[in-house]
């Protein structure tokens, strides 16, 4: 894939075949370090060791719609090119567990590519799970930024009679991540966040 973020959306719609109610996923910058940790984290249904010991293999499935399963065969490809590590924490009706480490100044370092873009579009699809987007970035100076998103958060403050794919709130959800990637401009502290009713101008009952 050209970009790591189609590799994080494949997964996490595995999740979301595989019944989970809540996916988290964690991306962590760490340039004084060489690394790039995305982790991928699922309360689905989980694997038994043996399909955890297949599930790295691009022609082992679970699925019988689908011959060839790329996605994490992929993943693992990705960061181990770049000199990192892949591992796979499965527990059978638990969860799953994914946890790829990247080395960033590699030559085949395939960019992170429009994560945000990757968060939204699995919310506005799945708008009854619940999703945790956490980002952080370690400056080489120790400084520490941080961002995250939470859906049931969201969900608490709109109310269930708003859906997280009603229009105003995908633009509003759009928004925030744009806002709140890591960049030296920014303030990302804001995992204790709260988002105002009025903050999303939505219509309720035709009014």
Known sequence: MEELSLNILDIAQNSV??????????????????RLVITINDNGCGMTPEQVAHVEDPFYTTRTTRSVGLGVPLF????????????????LGVGTTLTAVFKPSSVDMIPLGD?????????S????????????LRTGEGERR??????????????EDVPLDTPD?????????????????LNLKKSNRRIPRRS????????
Request: net charge negative.
């Open 17 to 34: 075949r595989a019944n989970a109610t809540r996916v988290d996923i964690t991306v962590a910058e760490l340039p004084a370090e060489d």
């Open 115 to 123: 994560i945000n873009g990757t968060v939204q579009l699995l919310i």
């Open 169 to 185: 709130v995908v633009l509003w959800i759009k928004d925030y991540l744009a806002d709140g990637g890591p960049s030296p401009r």
């Open 125 to 136: 699809c799945n708008p009854t799970l619940d999703f945790i987007f956490y980002r952080s």
């Open 76 to 91: 693992k490809m990705e960061a181990e090119m770049t000199g990192g590590s892949f591992q796979i924490d499965s527990q």
């Open 146 to 159: 941080e961002f995250s998103l939470q859906t049931a958060e969201l969900r608490e403050v709109l109310g």
């Open 200 to 207: 999303i101008p939505l219509e309720r009952n035709g009014q």
